[in-house]
């Protein structure tokens, strides 16, 4: 049977049409009905002219037609590019561009956005999910029909393992985020891995945490259906209250949950765990950032029923490393990132791209079966990451430079150090530090732009910028500056203060100094307690 | 600091609070009012919803607890009211005190 994501579901719904495939907010879809709808939304798409190949771009808030859409897609022998419901338009408007989406999947609440996107980006020629007016430029096909279209089989349109499945975006340096093309194959790879490492069962309820345009989705949703498991859809009011979501964890019965640490952290400070029953947990995954081990310790102590662990990875490679925490056992020092998957090839190599002796730090190559295709319409950034190394039989085999600088522990698993360039996390989200500076230089009252990261208390970073304003016209207030930063960056790249210098403090090289601008914040932020 | 002893009137807690999301936690443009739903991630992101529940401990003298973090609390600026008198008719102030 070929692998293809899109088929996940037709054999869940064979093996257990009755489970539900998602809950949310007491709404449940079972496999059966999520099956008969994305067949429904496929065939739509494909009456609509949807080629093989074509992109749908989904722009949806979290609930359950974000499935139905994602299957729908797939199942219409189309690319899916899921969009960050938290995008600001004009973010939105590039992803559509770049990817040359010809249908966009969205919903009512967004009509007035979808209109002010297809005014900029005119190239889309059907949009599903709203009704159809006068003012829209294109044909729309609302919800309910593709409901009325709900079908037992796929449109029957040929795919193969190799074909797109999925573009999805994340932090770019210039402005444009990066476009990451991964094929069924190289998402099933990831998928069964995962389904077979976590032990997935149909019993299990798995939650998603992450926004549905991020790796860590395909966790929830894909390698959830692989077992026909349940999703949990967790929605943006839960996750803004900690108490709320850990009563929601117990009374779903939630058993296995994938998040950034910092999720976790603010669960475990402010979750009312004590006063929770979270029994059926039995796995807590996390990835995108170290977890600080005192927060990490207490969560532990918290959840005594749940294995811990870590993985790493990123959008271009998936999970290709893992570290699970030893059962009831303290975990002492840094937290490693573990061994690579039976998916996976790590390799430590120096800038020549040679080998380094095990123990020596150099940067984290990855080659499997996850990593992505490439970056979309990106022929120059491809030949820089994706880079070759010679093979037996006079081959070569293709490795993803990570840009993570790594090292092989004594005991065989793998460290990170550090980033070869200037990505940061904050709160797990990934930001290109350029990219938030490109932002402020955007705008023509800023002259000079530095931004960096301090702690945030919480065991990850915040985001601070310092700014020169340009000499002429009527200076900005740093309210001001923010609101129209709004309109550029997405929420987690946006700067959490922004200080207004007369002059940025620079190296006797010339270069703004970090240092200075760091200690600068810490100065404040004593200050102000 | 907002500390007095009676337990303020819900209009009273209802203007400081929108007053503090206008001023400092709203997209330009953007406007809210005693029942608009504030979790929805349509209006504030998790960083401000943090933000907004720190303004609401110190404007009100109340201690936050864990099992205060929930939706029935900040859902809106009319919860919020509720709840900050509740509190602070159920605790004394001196309790709360930092």
């Known amino acids: 049977m070929p692998r293809l994501l899109n088929r996940i579901i037709e054999d869940a719904a064979l093996r257990g049409p009755d489970t539900p495939a998602v809950r949310c907010d007491g709404v449940a879809l079972t496999y059966e009905e999520l099956a008969r709808r994305a067949n429904g939304l496929a065939r739509v798409l494909v009456a609509t002219g949807l080629a093989r190949g074509d992109r749908v771009a989904v722009w949806l808030g979290k609930g359950p037609d974000v499935p139905v859409s994602f299957y729908g897609a797939l199942a219409a022998g189309g690319a899916l590019v899921p969009i960050d419901p938290r995008s600001p338009l004009e973010q939105v408007v590039g992803i559509l561009r770049a990817t040359g989406a010809t249908h966009l999947v969205s919903e009512p609440d967004r009509r007035e956005l979808v209109g002010k996107a297809l005014a900029a980006w005119p190239d889309v020629t059907h949009v599903i999910g709203l009704d159809m007016d006068d003012e829209m430029p294109v044909p729309c096909v609302p919800w309910t029909t593709v409901r009325e279209e709900a079908a037992d089989a796929p449109p029957g349109v040929p795919v193969i393992e190799l074909d797109p499945a999925y573009i999805l975006h994340t932090s770019g340096s210039t402005g444009v985020p990066k476009l990451i093309l991964h094929t069924h194959y190289s998402a099933m790879s990831f998928v069964e891995w995962a389904a077979s490492e976590y032990g997935l069962t149909s019993e299990d309820r798995i939650t998603n945490h992450s926004s549905h345009h991020t790796c860590f989705a395909t966790f929830d949703y894909y390698a959830a259906a692989r077992a026909g498991a349940t999703t949990v859809i967790l929605t943006p009011a839960v996750l803004m209250m900690p108490a709320s979501l850990s009563a929601h964890i117990e009374r779903e019965r939630v058993s296995v949950w994938y998040s950034v640490p910092a999720a976790l952290v603010q669960l475990s400070l402010r979750g009312d765990l004590e006063a929770r029953d979270l029994r059926s947990l039995r796995w807590v995954l996390f990835a995108g950032e170290t977890f600080p081990g005192r927060h990490l310790q207490r969560l532990r102590q918290q959840i005594p029923s749940a294995r811990f662990s870590h993985v790493y990875g990123s959008t271009e490679v998936n999970v290709c490393t893992c570290y699970h925490l030893p059962q009831s056992e303290a975990v002492t020092g840094p937290l490693p990132i573990g061994r690579a998957c039976s998916t996976a090839r790590t390799l430590v190599v120096d800038e020549g791209l040679q080998p380094v002796p095990d123990g020596e730090m150099g940067e984290l190559l990855i080659r499997g079966a996850t990593v992505m295709s490439g970056y979309w319409n990106d022929a120059e950034r491809n030949r820089h990451v994706l880079v070759r190394r010679p093979a037996a039989g006079g081959l070569e085999d293709v490795y993803f430079r990570t840009g993570d600088r790594a090292r092989v522990r004594p005991d065989g698993n793998l460290a990170f150090v550090a980033r070869t360039d200037r990505q940061v996390k904050v709160r797990g989200h990934r930001v290109e530090l350029e990219e938030v500076e490109g932002a402020l230089l955007s705008l023509t009252a800023v002259d000079e732009a530095a931004v960096f990261t301090v702690p945030d208390g919480e065991g990850s970073s915040a985001l601070r910028a310092a700014v020169v304003l340009a000499a002429s016209g009527e200076p900005p207030t740093e309210r001001e500056l923010l609101d129209d930063l709004r309109t550029i960056l997405p929420p987690h790249a946006l700067p959490s203060e922004i200080t207004l210098l007369e002059s940025m403090p620079r190296t006797p090289t010339g270069k703004v100094d970090g240092r200075a601008l760091g200690a600068h914040a810490a100065a404040q932020a004593d200050d102000g307690e | ?98």
């Open chain 2, 1 to 98: 600091m907002g500390s007095e002893e009676r337990v303020p009137e819900a209009a009273e807690v209802e203007q400081r609070v929108l007053a503090y999301l206008q001023r400092e936690l709203l997209s330009p443009g953007a406007t809210v009012g005693g029942d608009t739903e504030l979790l929805s991630g349509a209006v504030l992101d998790s960083m401000s919803v943090l933000r907004l529940a720190a303004f609401v401990a110190q404007e009100f003298g109340i201690a936050l607890q864990p099992s205060d973090f929930t939706i029935d609390n900040f859902q809106s600026v009319s919860a919020i009211a509720q709840y900050v008198r509740r509190v602070r008719a159920a605790r004394a102030p001196e309790s709360s005190a930092r």
